[in-house]
């Protein structure tokens, strides 16, 4: 008679080393596997940025809003004989740095600064849709343009090249404002309002109109939006940005940069409003 009770024995055996052996996750390595990646929720986000017509012509369609409103701006006799300024943001404002979102998916790492510097240094930052074609019509209106960033002044070199690179207007030290101590932009604000009139400003995050939008939840900053509703296309242009922003950070995550890569995937879905 054949002895059937050996093979069965060494093909149980096989299976158990090959469940447990180096090409599979232990228990632990299986709870890895199921944390999402860092910044894979953003893909969609990158995604649409670099591909979708509607960001073109959403860019388009802010500066064309504030190229139309530029030209009012000229016939009000109110503003004759004074210097006039704009003060624009730069980071998704006129410059396009979705690759660098892109490679922190790739490489599946948070924000740091490190990072960003590498980045800004490389000076490969596309302009947003219309930016520059904007800028330079305002200059040639008489338009003194400024850049409020918060980018850091370690950056300054790196970032003006950029910027001439692209053919921005301007694009020299004193009107490039750099963050110092603090993200808010409200004392560089009223250094250029010391002597010009402020008449419009650019960007993708509300605090970069007013310091009134660093405001700690969603529910405020909604409220703000709100109660501001007739600046809009007016004096405030928004530029699209779904990537970052205060609205993730300081309203989703309320303010905390110490959640969990698990915790913040709770938050997100948590936020979601479903019938």
Same mark, same amino acid.
């Given at each position: 008679m054949k002895n059937t009770?050996?093979?069965? /024995?060494?093909?149980? $055996? %096989?299976? /158990?080393?090959?469940?447990?052996?180096?090409? &599979?996750?232990?228990?632990?390595?299986?709870?890895?596997?199921?944390?999402?990646? !860092?910044?894979e929720y953003s893909v969609q986000a990158i995604m649409w940025q670099q591909n979708a017509a509607e960001y073109r012509a959403l860019s388009y369609q802010a500066f064309n809003t504030a190229k139309l409103r530029l030209e009012m701006l000229l016939q009000d006799e109110n503003l004759k004989g004074k210097r006039l300024a704009i003060i624009t943001d730069i980071d998704e404002t006129v410059f396009d740095n979705s690759p660098y979102n892109a490679?922190?998916?790739?490489?599946?790492?948070? /924000? %740091?600064?490190?990072?960003? %510097?590498?980045?800004? $240094?490389?000076e490969e930052a596309k302009e947003v849709p219309g930016a520059a074609e904007f800028l330079n019509f305002a200059a040639d209106k008489g338009f003194e343009i400024f850049y409020i960033t918060n980018r850091m002044e370690s950056e300054e070199e790196g970032t003006l090249r950029n910027m001439k690179e692209l053919n921005f207007p301007f694009s020299d030290s004193r009107h490039l404002l750099l963050q110092k101590d603090i993200g %808010? &932009?409200?004392?560089? /604000? @009223?250094?250029?309002? &010391?002597? *010009?009139? !402020? !008449?419009?400003?650019?960007?993708?995050?509300?605090?970069?109109?007013? *310091?009134?939008?660093?405001?700690? $939840?969603?529910?405020?900053?909604?409220?703000?939006?709100? @109660?501001?509703?007739?600046r809009f296309g007016v004096d405030f242009i928004v530029l699209p940005n779904p990537m970052y922003g205060d609205w993730e950070t300081k309203g989703i995550y309320e303010g905390k940069y110490d959640w969990s890569d698990r915790e913040k995937d709770s938050i997100r879905k948590a936020s979601l409003k479903a019938y």
């Open positions: 009770v050996l093979p069965y /024995f060494f093909f149980i $055996s %096989s299976l /158990f080393f090959i469940s447990c052996g180096p090409g &599979k996750s232990t228990a632990d390595e299986t709870w890895k596997e199921e944390l999402p990646w !860092v910044r490679k922190l998916v790739e490489t599946n790492k948070e /924000f %740091s600064q490190e990072e960003w %510097s590498h980045w800004s $240094s490389l %808010s &932009k409200k004392e560089r /604000f @009223e250094e250029v309002r &010391k002597n *010009h009139e !402020v !008449v419009m400003y650019l960007g993708d995050n509300l605090s970069d109109f007013t *310091h009134k939008f660093r405001a700690p $939840s969603s529910d405020e900053r909604n409220n703000l939006a709100d @109660e501001l509703k007739d």
